[in-house]
Nanobody
Framework: QVQLVESGGGLVQAGGSLRLSCAAS????????MAWFRQAAGKEREFVGHISPGGVTTTYTDSVQGRFTISRDNTKNMVYLQMRSLKPEDAAVYYC???????????????WGQGTQVTVSS
Protein backbone atom coordinates (compact mmCIF):
# COMPACT_ATOMS: atom_id res chain seq x y z
CA GLN A 1 0.00 0.00 0.00
CA VAL A 2 1.01 3.60 -0.49
CA GLN A 3 2.60 5.35 2.45
CA LEU A 4 3.78 8.89 2.92
CA VAL A 5 5.64 9.43 6.17
CA GLU A 6 6.69 12.89 7.28
CA SER A 7 9.44 13.60 9.75
CA GLY A 8 11.53 16.49 11.00
CA GLY A 9 8.96 18.56 12.79
CA GLY A 10 9.60 20.08 16.17
CA LEU A 11 9.97 23.26 18.16
CA VAL A 12 12.03 26.10 16.74
CA GLN A 13 12.51 29.73 17.65
CA ALA A 14 11.23 32.44 15.38
CA GLY A 15 13.85 33.18 12.75
CA GLY A 16 15.14 29.65 12.85
CA SER A 17 15.14 26.88 10.29
CA LEU A 18 13.72 23.41 10.01
CA ARG A 19 13.81 20.74 7.34
CA LEU A 20 10.90 18.39 6.88
CA SER A 21 11.19 15.11 5.04
CA CYS A 22 8.58 12.89 3.47
CA ALA A 23 9.37 9.28 2.63
CA ALA A 24 7.15 7.72 -0.01
CA SER A 25 6.60 4.05 -0.67
CA UNK A 26 4.21 1.89 -2.66
CA UNK A 27 3.87 4.25 -5.64
CA UNK A 28 5.79 5.14 -8.77
CA UNK A 29 7.18 8.18 -7.03
CA UNK A 30 8.84 9.84 -10.01
CA UNK A 31 5.57 10.36 -11.88
CA UNK A 32 3.70 12.00 -9.01
CA UNK A 33 3.49 15.69 -8.24
CA MET A 34 4.28 16.17 -4.59
CA ALA A 35 3.11 18.97 -2.35
CA TRP A 36 3.25 20.23 1.17
CA PHE A 37 0.18 21.47 2.99
CA ARG A 38 -0.23 22.79 6.50
CA GLN A 39 -3.05 23.13 8.94
CA ALA A 40 -2.93 25.39 11.94
CA ALA A 41 -5.21 24.85 14.89
CA GLY A 42 -8.72 26.00 14.08
CA LYS A 43 -7.90 26.76 10.45
CA GLU A 44 -8.41 25.06 7.13
CA ARG A 45 -5.69 23.05 5.47
CA GLU A 46 -3.52 25.36 3.37
CA PHE A 47 -1.41 24.70 0.29
CA VAL A 48 2.25 25.51 0.99
CA GLY A 49 3.90 24.53 -2.26
CA HIS A 50 4.46 21.82 -4.80
CA ILE A 51 7.16 20.22 -6.88
CA SER A 52 6.69 18.65 -10.29
CA PRO A 53 7.48 14.99 -10.87
CA GLY A 54 10.90 15.71 -12.33
CA GLY A 55 11.69 18.38 -9.78
CA VAL A 56 11.99 21.15 -12.35
CA THR A 57 8.97 23.22 -11.35
CA THR A 58 8.03 24.46 -7.90
CA THR A 59 5.40 26.87 -6.70
CA TYR A 60 4.78 28.35 -3.28
CA THR A 61 2.05 30.20 -1.54
CA ASP A 62 2.85 33.89 -1.17
CA SER A 63 3.37 33.76 2.57
CA VAL A 64 6.31 31.35 2.29
CA GLN A 65 7.81 32.48 -1.00
CA GLY A 66 11.50 33.15 -0.57
CA ARG A 67 11.65 31.41 2.81
CA PHE A 68 10.64 27.82 2.00
CA THR A 69 12.16 25.51 -0.58
CA ILE A 70 10.75 22.21 -1.78
CA SER A 71 13.04 19.60 -3.30
CA ARG A 72 12.86 15.92 -4.09
CA ASP A 73 15.14 12.97 -4.66
CA ASN A 74 13.49 10.50 -6.99
CA THR A 75 16.27 7.97 -6.40
CA LYS A 76 15.28 7.82 -2.72
CA ASN A 77 11.53 8.47 -3.04
CA MET A 78 11.90 11.50 -0.80
CA VAL A 79 10.53 15.01 -0.83
CA TYR A 80 11.77 17.79 1.42
CA LEU A 81 10.58 21.11 2.75
CA GLN A 82 13.36 23.43 3.86
CA MET A 83 11.93 26.20 6.00
CA ARG A 84 13.93 29.31 6.89
CA SER A 85 13.17 32.52 8.75
CA LEU A 86 10.30 30.80 10.48
CA LYS A 87 7.55 32.91 11.95
CA PRO A 88 5.03 32.08 14.67
CA GLU A 89 2.33 32.04 11.99
CA ASP A 90 4.13 29.14 10.29
CA ALA A 91 3.25 26.89 13.21
CA ALA A 92 1.00 24.08 12.01
CA VAL A 93 0.82 20.41 11.24
CA TYR A 94 2.60 19.91 7.94
CA TYR A 95 1.49 17.24 5.50
CA CYS A 96 3.00 15.91 2.33
CA UNK A 97 0.66 14.71 -0.39
CA UNK A 98 0.76 13.20 -3.85
CA UNK A 99 -1.33 14.03 -6.90
CA UNK A 100 -1.53 13.29 -10.59
CA UNK A 101 -3.75 16.35 -11.03
CA UNK A 102 -3.29 20.07 -10.77
CA UNK A 103 -1.28 21.06 -7.70
CA UNK A 104 -3.82 23.57 -6.42
CA UNK A 105 -6.76 21.19 -6.70
CA UNK A 106 -6.78 19.68 -3.22
CA UNK A 107 -9.55 17.26 -4.19
CA UNK A 108 -7.16 15.51 -6.57
CA UNK A 109 -4.60 14.54 -3.97
CA UNK A 110 -4.75 10.77 -3.75
CA UNK A 111 -2.35 10.17 -0.90
CA TRP A 112 -1.55 12.02 2.31
CA GLY A 113 0.91 11.58 5.10
CA GLN A 114 -0.04 11.63 8.75
CA GLY A 115 1.52 15.02 9.36
CA THR A 116 4.32 16.40 11.47
CA GLN A 117 3.94 19.22 13.97
CA VAL A 118 5.94 22.41 13.62
CA THR A 119 5.89 24.81 16.55
CA VAL A 120 7.49 28.23 16.33
CA SER A 121 8.15 30.15 19.51
CA SER A 122 8.26 33.92 19.46
Amino acid sequence: QVQLVESGGGLVQAGGSLRLSCAASGLAFSIWTMAWFRQAAGKEREFVGHISPGGVTTTYTDSVQGRFTISRDNTKNMVYLQMRSLKPEDAAVYYCAATRGRPLDISRYAYWGQGTQVTVSS
